[in-house]
């Protein structure tokens, strides 16, 4: 039996698939509403409020950012090299930007390579995953959260879901 998200969940506008390409380049709401002729407060709503653009939006951070690590880890044996000759060779030059490429591959941090890790997390690239992070940033009662694996329930994700809808619209 399809569930309230389900029946809610909808394919994204050209303006809306083109306002990804143009937000996961860096640019800022205003810039990419302009470049996808909507208003910034269109942009804005649809980057916060909007759970298939922001799980559409997310994906594509993600496999952008697959892409960008592949291009570091591709670095790291001449990383490597700099700072196997910077420490054997006593030389100061190019070990402070081999240990930088260390340390933006994952090398440095345990689960190395793995997109979720802290700070460094996208975001969850499905619509339910959106919501369930919105119901967990939502609540105050941490213990609770705690106690039940941090699970909301489906009464919270069909209110968020609603309440989300009607931000949209």
Known sequence: MPTKADKTRQELSVEQLNAIDVLVTGKTDAETAAAVGMSRQTVNGW??????????????????????CDRLRALLPKALDALDAAVTGGGPDGWKAAVK???????DRQGAGVPNLGPYSIGATDVEGVIEMEAKRRRRDHVTDFLDGGAPSPAEMNAIL???????D
């Open 162 to 168: 609603r309440e989300l809808d009607a931000l949209t």
């Open 101 to 107: 490429v260390v340390e933006l591959a994952g090398l």
């Open 47 to 68: 980057r916060n409020h909007h759970p298939d653009f922001i799980a559409a939006l997310n994906a594509r951070r993600l496999e952008t950012w697959g892409v960008s």
